[in-house]
C-alpha cells in the first residue's frame, strides 16, 4: 500500500522568499505523483504532477516540483512566493496497477507574510 | 463549465439526525469520489464510482455511512444516525476516465461543511 508524509504541517514564509514544501512517499511499485492546492473555502486543483519521463515537472502559478527516486520524495517549490499562494497544499500519490485512486498526505499550510 | 456542484455548503444538525449530502459532477465525467477532510486525519477518499457503480467503498467509516449514484448526474451521501465525530469537511470530485491521463485531473467541489451537535 501507498502512503504520503509530508513533513511540515505549516510553513510561514516572507513574501518573495522562496519556498520549499516536503513530501516523502512510500510504495513498493512505480508510482504517479501530484501536488494540489486548496485555498479557503474552496475544492483542492491540481497544480502539477508527474506521471514519467522530466524530473522536473512544472505547474501553474510558478510552482515546480522534482521527483527523487532514490529518495522517495517529491518536494515542491516556488524561488518568489506571493501573497495569494497562502493556501494549503497537499501531496499525493497513486500507483500504477491501481490508477483510480490518490492517497493524500495531510497537508501543509503555507503562510506567506508581507 | 460549471464543475462539480455540490450541496449544502453548509449543514448543521443534531446528533441523531438523518444527513444527506449531494454532488453533481462534470458533465460527461465516468469517475465520482467521496472523500471527508479533518484536521486529525487528513483528507480520506471514502467511496468511488465508475459509470454510477461503487467500485470500492473500503474507506466508509461504518454503517452508518451509505452512498448512491442513481445516474450520471447525481450522486448522494447519506450519515444515518449522525455523530458529532462526523463533523468534517465532505468533498465530492469526479474525473474522465482515471484520475488523470494527460489533463484529466479529479476536479472537486467547494464540499459541504458539516457540523454534528
Known amino acids: 500500500a501507498q502512503s504520503v508524509t509530508q513533513l511540515d504541517s505549516q510553513v510561514p514564509v516572507f513574501e518573495e522568499a522562496p519556498v520549499e514544501l516536503r513530501c516523502n512517499y512510500s510504495?513498493?511499485?512505480?508510482?504517479?505523483l501530484f501536488w494540489y492546492v486548496q485555498y479557503p473555502n474552496q475544492g483542492l486543483q491540481l497544480l502539477l504532477k508527474?506521471?514519467?519521463?522530466?524530473?522536473l515537472v512544472k505547474g501553474i502559478n510558478g510552482f515546480e516540483a522534482e521527483f527523487n527516486k532514490s529518495q522517495t520524495s517529491f518536494h515542491l517549490r516556488k524561488p518568489s512566493v506571493h501573497i495569494s499562494d497562502t493556501a494549503e497544499y497537499f501531496c499525493?500519490?497513486?500507483?500504477?496497477?491501481?490508477?483510480?485512486?490518490?492517497?493524500f498526505g495531510t497537508g501543509t499550510r503555507l503562510q506567506v507574510f508581507p | 463549465d460549471a464543475g462539480v456542484i455540490q450541496s449544502p455548503r453548509h449543514e448543521v444538525t443534531e446528533m441523531g439526525q438523518e444527513v444527506t449530502l449531494r454532488c453533481k459532477p462534470i458533465?460527461?465525467?465516468?469517475?465520482l469520489f467521496w472523500y471527508r477532510q479533518t484536521m486529525m486525519r487528513g483528507l480520506e477518499l471514502l467511496i468511488y464510482?465508475?459509470?454510477?457503480?461503487?467500485?470500492?467503498d473500503s474507506g466508509m467509516p461504518e454503517d452508518r455511512f451509505s452512498a448512491k449514484m442513481p445516474n450520471a448526474s447525481f450522486s448522494t451521501l447519506k450519515i444515518q444516525p449522525s455523530e458529532p465525530r462526523d463533523s468534517a469537511v465532505y468533498f465530492c470530485?469526479?474525473?474522465?476516465?482515471?484520475?488523470?491521463?494527460?489533463?484529466?485531473?479529479?476536479?472537486f467541489g467547494d464540499g459541504t461543511r458539516l457540523s454534528i451537535l
Open positions: 470530485a469526479s474525473s474522465l476516465f482515471l484520475w488523470g491521463g494527460p489533463d484529466k485531473p479529479q476536479h
Open positions: 510504495s513498493s511499485v512505480s508510482v504517479y
Open positions: 508527474y506521471l514519467s519521463g522530466s524530473t
Open positions: 499525493a500519490v497513486s500507483d500504477y496497477y491501481n490508477t483510480d485512486k490518490l492517497i
Open positions: 458533465s460527461g465525467h465516468d469517475y
Open positions: 464510482f465508475n459509470n454510477n457503480v461503487p467500485i470500492d
